[in-house]
């Protein structure tokens, strides 16, 4: 449903569920930053969360984290490795504010601000739609549909555009 060049604003994808605190070197451990190839990034995305994560994750999959998702090293291969596995949005409580700037500055990822009320109502493997543009997250699955922290348009035009270096000049875009 996301068109990644468009101005779409809505993603639909399975939900894979984490905890909090799940830093960089999970996303994406260090011994597998020695071949930056993005099937090697895709191959082992969240391996150190989840040894199974890479064998199920799938194209448009959405990821749900606790709060601090991305803490830890400065790593811009944590947000990369999730784009190279077909991720799109990553949802959460909270995030570490670099792991947010590298998913931004690098056109990799929207990062969604969740409520307590929505980690805690979407489960692993349901199906939701964001809608970025009502600032709502839909539980398909369970029926449920949870406000989510507005979403600057601005930054969504980066992501989409590849990232803060593809845009250019930031003063023609409408925040």
Excluded: C, W
Excluded at 30 to 54: C, I, Q, R, T, W
Excluded at 73 to 95: I, N, Q, T, W
Excluded at 146 to 154: A, D, G, K, Q, T
């Amino acid at each position: 449903m996301a068109e990644a060049g468009g101005a779409s604003l809505r993603f639909r994808g399975r939900v894979h569920k984490l905890g909090d605190n799940v830093d960089t070197d999970q996303i994406i451990p260090a011994p597998y930053l020695k071949d930056l190839s993005p099937e090697n990034l895709a191959a082992h995305v969240l391996e150190g969360a989840d040894p199974s994560f890479p064998r199920r994750i799938r194209p448009g999959d959405i990821v749900l984290g606790g709060r601090n998702f991305g803490s830890g090293s400065s790593r811009e291969h944590a947000p990369m490795a999730l784009r190279y596995a077909g991720v799109r949005v990553v949802m959460a409580l909270s995030f570490a504010r670099i792991f947010y700037r590298n998913a931004v500055d690098g056109g990799h990822l929207i990062p969604v601000i969740v409520t307590e009320e929505a980690y805690r109502g979407i489960g692993d493997g349901d199906e939701v739609e964001v809608d970025l543009e009502s600032s709502i997250v839909r539980d398909l699955t369970a029926g449920a549909e949870y406000p989510v922290e507005r979403f600057p348009r601005l930054i969504a035009r980066i992501v989409q555009a590849g990232g803060i270096f593809s845009v250019g000049d930031l003063s023609s875009l409408e925040a």
